[in-house]
């Protein structure tokens, strides 16, 4: 296979602002292009001596939707997001037609009870899981935490408020519970310790109204390396384990870099 026979060349069709270093695009999607919600794709941009540089992007959209959606930071110098920020709707994009990850539910054991705990762009597989009526029918409560800086760096507000009126989901309201964090400003309505800290502290079950018990909560983290490594260190000292390919478990997390 030639290196062009792996990927196909999309085009941006919508772009939307959430902060100064804090967007979402969406793409043009390839017909047979199939993933599990809670996988990343490989996008690249071409440089300018022609190079192609690729990188790693969780899913936003839902399987079904015909269109991809991402959702990113813009990192100063960095060489992927200086070039994206800098494109258009009606400019193009390389997608791998591979997927990727393990960010996924159908590796867990049987459970009641869905965490998802993201910080910054780590929110952007949990959009995309929520998305699948499979997730609100399998688990009896579906939580998830979404920490950030500060209000402003807030995306997908509501999208998630959304779900309780969404025409197939809003059903499953009573599921939800959504606790959103913010740790450097006191922001009524929202928790301000990070995660690994509100676990330790009891905070966090507190806040839900629910347990968390290896026998009944599955586990799903990402976003920042250091939440990632607290936080399944937090859970594998109180009896959770990995998910892996050959041994389903409670815990399957992604570092975004
Ligand atoms: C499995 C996986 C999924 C990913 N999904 C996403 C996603 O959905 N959205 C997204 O924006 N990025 C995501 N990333 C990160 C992404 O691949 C790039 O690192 C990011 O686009 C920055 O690229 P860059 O070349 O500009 O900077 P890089 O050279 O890649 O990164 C430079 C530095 O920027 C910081 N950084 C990188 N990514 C992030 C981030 N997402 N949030 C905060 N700081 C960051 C880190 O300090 C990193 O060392 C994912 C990474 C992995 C491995
Ligand atoms: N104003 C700025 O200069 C600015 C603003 C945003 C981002 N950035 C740049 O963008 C990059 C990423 O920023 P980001 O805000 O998306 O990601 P981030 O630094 O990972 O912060 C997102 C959330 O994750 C929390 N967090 C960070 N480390 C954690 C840990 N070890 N355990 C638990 N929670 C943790 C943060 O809490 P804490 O607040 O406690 O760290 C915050 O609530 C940074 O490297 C930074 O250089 C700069």
Redesign the pocket.
Known sequence: MSQADKYTTEKIIELQIWASNLFSFKLTRFSGYRFVPGQ?SRLGIKKENGDI?W??????SASYDEHLE??????P??????R?DKLKVGDEMLVEKMN??SLITTRFEQGKDLWMLST???L??FISILHELDTWETYENIILVYSVREAKEFAYLDTIEGFKAHEYFSEFSEKFRFVPIVTREKIPGTLSERIPTLLESGMLEQEVGLGLDPERSRIMIC??PEMCDDTRQWFTNHGYVVSRRSKPGHLAL????
């Open positions: 990343f540089v990188r790693a992007y969780s899913i936003v991402f959702f990113s930071i813009v990192v110098d960095g060489e992927f997001t200086s994206l990727y990850g910054g762009t780590g952007a597989p976003g920042n992604e570092n975004l870099w």
